[in-house]
């Protein structure tokens, strides 16, 4: 069944990255762990023994290119379908189709590009196919399958990680494609190693990105003859605005936040401003980093340094006045300050604790001393009898039950010794010993 195969357009109206698209495995670029030589996919893919499975990966590493790959050697029927432009009435087809392919004895392979774009009904519909074995799914996705893709269905498939091309890979990718017969390799070419090393590192391990830049930049060489010959220029022209890999609604989006997160963490003020330029400058919201930056004072500075959430405040208050690019400076001086400043997660620790509790003893009553009684029926129930007003005391202290009964003698509040959190140790310790002197 081939009504919905996209693979027999004409070559010569297709780009260059449709055109070089790898025919076999050993012309595929780069992923050696998993279809290196006697690696477990190219065991699966030679010996034509495929189950359910999932390609995860970012864009241009060739998680389509793998799937047209298996369709050119399997035996079983194979289905190309997509996500983006299907919905239940054409899975329902499909699924009958490969039904009936079954009876007949004959497997289907059915795979569906950007699987994450379904909703969970469209997941559903597949379920039940794939349990009995009418078809192998095969999905490909740029986002975590974790996340995107039904427990169900996943917990029936095998998922491989697709990661992205280095240099030298889309170094041999790119000179392939200037001797190939299917890329340039019939024109007389003219491109120096150091410009194709240039295309490489642009192209951010995107396979696809890397052949549609160098095509950018064959097309527009200077022309003598029958000679193209691309130069620096050529080159600069076609990577001026650098494409950055970043979906601020995907996984890279946590991935680099928790990158910033961590460095700061780890007192790296270089590494810390990196990962904050990587955001910004793929369009990341400041407001957003904003707000994280203003957690992390409480959460990993605290009490260490009451400045940092000071700072924090008022850069998020700057993003909001004046916005990109001129915040990016107030952005790094909070991330600077916070990779700089003394550390203590004691504050994040005492809520953790506490909410354990709470979490777990919600039925435990308020102390009748510390209720409030607006009422007159409140008073005469006791509510607030027996409440000591600190500020009528000498030391500013009692030794008032403010915890339920059950959590007496409970302390979520651990203070540490570094930077400024020293004093406010030493201040609890001294409460404790008033509280233990005046029971």
């Not at 491109?191 to 295309?199: S, Y």
């Not at 909001?320 to 952005?331: K, T, Y």
């Not at 007496?408 to 404790?432: A, C, D, H, S, W």
Request: net charge negative; with cysteine.
């Amino acid at each position: 069944m081939n009504e919905q195969t996209t693979f027999f357009e004409k070559p010569e109206m297709q780009p260059l990255a449709a055109r070089l698209r790898p025919q076999t495995l050993e012309e595929f670029c780069g992923q050696e762990h998993l279809i290196g030589e006697g690696k477990i996919l190219r065991r699966l893919i030679e010996s034509d023994n495929i189950g359910s499975m999932i390609f995860w990966g970012p864009p241009g590493v060739g998680k389509t290119t793998l799937a047209r790959i298996i369709a050119n050697r399997t035996k079983a029927s194979f289905i190309d379908f997509s996500a983006v432009t299907s919905g239940i009435k054409e899975i329902k087809t499909v699924m009958e189709q490969a039904e009936k392919n079954r009876r007949f004895g004959e497997k289907t392979i059915l795979f569906v590009d950007e699987i994450h774009r379904f909703n969970k009904a469209q997941q559903d519909a597949f379920l039940p196919f794939v349990e009995k074995g009418s078809i192998i799914l095969i999905g490909a996705t740029t986002e975590n399958p974790s996340f995107e893709v039904n427990g169900a269905l996943l917990s029936r498939c095998k998922v491989f990680v697709l990661q992205a091309l280095g240099v030298e890979d889309l170094k041999k990718l790119l000179t392939r494609a200037l001797k190939d017969e299917r890329g340039f390799g019939l024109q007389n070419v003219d491109m120096p190693d150091e410009l194709i090393e240039t295309v490489a590192n642009f192209a951010n391990g995107d396979a696809r990105n890397a052949l549609t830049t160098l095509e950018m930049a064959v097309l527009n060489g200077n022309v003598e003859g029958d000679k193209i010959t691309v130069t620096r220029e050529n080159v600069e022209q076609c990577t001026s605005k650098k494409s950055l890999l970043y979906d601020k609604s995907g996984e890279e989006h946590y991935n680099l936040i928790s990158a910033l997160h961590k460095s700061m963490r780890n007192s790296d003020p270089d590494a810390a401003v990196y990962w904050l330029a990587r955001m910004l400058e793929a369009g990341e919201d400041p407001i957003y980093i904003a707000r994280r930056v203003t957690r992390f004072a409480s959460e990993d500075v605290g009490l260490a340094d009451p400045r940092a959430l000071e700072i924090a405040v008022a850069a998020y208050h700057a993003c909001h006045l004046i916005g990109m690019p001129e915040c990016s400076v107030h952005l790094t001086q909070a991330v600077v300050y916070m990779s700089l400043a003394p550390k203590s997660n004691s504050l994040d620790v005492a809520y953790m604790r506490a909410r354990s509790d709470a979490v777990n003893m919600l039925a435990e009553p308020v102390p009748l001393v510390i209720r409030n009684a607006p009422t007159k029926l409140m008073k005469e129930l006791d509510y607030g009898k027996g409440y000591k007003y600190a500020h009528d005391y000498e030391d500013k202290l009692t030794n008032m039950q403010c915890l339920p009964d059950s959590l007496v003698g409970k302390e979520y509040y651990t203070p540490t010794e570094q930077g400024l959190e020293i004093k406010f140790k030493n201040r609890l310790e001294e409460i404790k010993e008033w509280k233990k002197n005046h029971e």
